[in-house]
């Protein structure tokens, strides 16, 4: 089984959608991650969990809403969002918080706001 | 304040040419780790290696070889004979223990048939 999955594999919504983005880590991993990567920008920390709790919030606009219910899933909650916002947005996960763990990724969500 | 430097943004080559990608990094710490990883078109970043600061080691792994050099604050990686299948986005990334991971832009590679 893959490591870090993701679901769906592509989004198109409008801008008074709401959405949900899933992932899920099969690798029994206590913190999760959720990054945005935009064309030709660094990937981008969105929110870490370490233990279901959020341990860091990158100052992401209040559109985007994570939820940790437990280790091995993470649930990035979409509304009223922007076109600016189109995006593929990275699962990760790692054993702990500490830097030095290696972070496994899921295949990503492309999505697309129209 | 920690900084990756992917300077080349795209690099194409021929098959069974070998390719160097280069990564630059900015630290004041003495203790930080430097990561590779590969992006194939179906989005996924695949780990390749992680490296401590007290490690200046290179290492080799089949036809991938990473150079670490402190001195001049680089972690270059080299595919030996390219193939197709190397084509991807590849990304360094660096970390300081407890701080988040900070990415490069990536560099793009392209294996020419």
């Known amino acids: 089984e893959t490591g870090v999955t993701q679901t769906p594999r592509h989004l198109v919504m409008g801008m008074t959608n709401k959405k949900s983005l899933k992932c899920e880590q099969h690798?029994?991993?206590?913190?999760m991650y959720w990054y945005k990567q935009s064309a030709k920008k660094p990937l981008e920390l969105m929110f870490v969990?370490?233990?279901?709790?959020?341990?860091e919030n990158n100052s992401v606009p209040s559109r985007f809403s994570p939820e940790c219910p437990n280790s091995s899933h993470l649930f990035l909650h979409l509304h009223t969002l922007q076109p600016e916002d189109s995006a593929l947005y990275l699962c990760?996960?790692?054993?702990?918080?500490?830097?030095?763990?290696?972070?496994?990724f899921g295949p990503g969500t492309r999505l697309l706001v129209l | 304040a920690q900084k990756v430097t992917q300077a080349q943004t795209e690099i194409s080559v021929v098959e069974k040419e070998d390719v160097t990608l280069d990564c630059v990094y900015e630290?004041?710490?003495?203790?930080?780790?430097l990561f590779w990883y590969k992006q194939p078109p179906s989005g996924e970043l695949v780990f390749l290696i992680r490296r401590n600061s007290f490690d200046e080691q290179n290492e080799i792994s089949g036809r991938y070889s990473w150079n670490f050099q402190k001195s001049t604050s680089s972690f270059n990686f080299t595919i030996t004979a390219s193939q197709v299948v190397d084509s991807a986005v590849y990304f360094c990334a660096l970390t300081r223990g407890y701080q988040k991971v900070t990415f490069g832009t990536g560099t793009k590679l392209q294996v020419i048939p």
């Open positions: 969990y370490n233990f279901k709790e959020q341990t």
């Open positions: 630290t004041r710490d003495t203790t930080y780790y």
């Open positions: 990760a996960s790692s054993q702990g918080q500490q830097g030095q763990e290696t972070q496994y």
């Open positions: 690798l029994g991993h206590n913190a």
